[in-house]
Antibody
Framework: QVQLQESGPGLVKPSQTLSLTCSVS??????????WTWIRQHPGKGLEWIGF???????YSNPSLKSRITISLDTSNNQFSLKLSSVTAADTAVYYC????????????WGQGTLLTVSS | QSALTQPASVSGSPGQSITISCTGS?????????VSWYQHHPGKAPKLMIY???NRPSGVSNRFSGSKSDNTASLTISGLQAEDEADYYC???????????FGTGTKVTVL
């Protein structure tokens, strides 16, 4: 089973671009059929699907965030990343990375999450 | 795409059974048999408990079971144990551009 671990700055100022990284161990990020996903949880709220990038580098994002999102692969470090531009306080959340396997519709491995706070 | 609706909290005594509902629409829960459930102990990684409505991953206790009727899915925990105290989230594949929707979350308390 793969293991995932998020990392990020913890605090970002409004209007800046946040950058988060998910390190994957126990398997290659470019292994056929893996879809690497970002999910977030606003304080006291439920989960929100942000988007994913495929093992071959094809991204897909939640339309509500699409214009601000970049998801990319870093195969040399076995990581994938999320960049979210023009952040506001509404982007304050715990951000999780997770894996979905092709032809399945669930997330079988998750990271522990990293809290990102947007504040001046 | 709106979030799936779950009760905010459910409680039960050890040994009892509880059921958590997850209500969506004909665009998500009602349209596909792709409902999954996740257990989340705060500070830890969420854990997949049920997938495709009724299936349990290897290693998940058979005290956990899932079902679905129309636009509502349910997770039942039988023989409630102290370790089951956690937050539970449902998720469904959805039609349209937002491919996945999650539930609002349910806090399970073991009395």
């Amino acid at each position: 089973q793969v293991q995932l671990q998020e990392s990020g700055p913890g605090l970002v100022k409004p209007s800046q671009t946040l950058s988060l990284t998910c390190s994957v161990s126990g398997g290659s990020i470019s292994s056929d059929g893996n879809y690497w996903t970002w999910i977030r949880q606003h304080p006291g709220k439920g989960l929100e699907w942000i988007g994913f990038i495929s093992y071959s580098g094809n991204p897909y994002s939640n339309p509500s965030l699409k214009s601000r999102i970049t998801i990319s692969l870093d195969t040399s470090n076995n990581q994938f990343s999320l960049k979210l531009s023009s952040v506001t306080a509404a982007d304050t959340a715990v951000y999780y990375c997770a894996r979905r396997v092709r032809s399945t519709y669930y997330f079988d491995s998750w990271g522990q999450g990293t809290l990102l706070t947007v504040s001046s | 795409q709106s979030a799936l609706t779950q009760p905010a909290s459910v409680s039960g005594s050890p040994g009892q059974s509880i059921t958590i509902s997850c209500t969506g629409s004909s665009s998500d829960v009602g349209a596909y048999d792709y409902v999954s459930w996740y257990q989340h102990h705060p500070g830890k990684a969420p854990k997949l408990m049920i997938y495709d409505v009724t299936n349990r991953p290897s290693g998940v206790s058979n005290r956990f079971s899932g079902s679905k009727s129309d636009n509502t899915a349910s997770l039942t925990i039988s023989g409630l144990q102290a370790e089951d105290e956690a937050d539970y989230y449902c998720s469904s594949y959805a039609s349209g551009s937002t491919l996945y929707v999650f539930g609002t979350g349910t806090k399970v308390t073991v009395l």
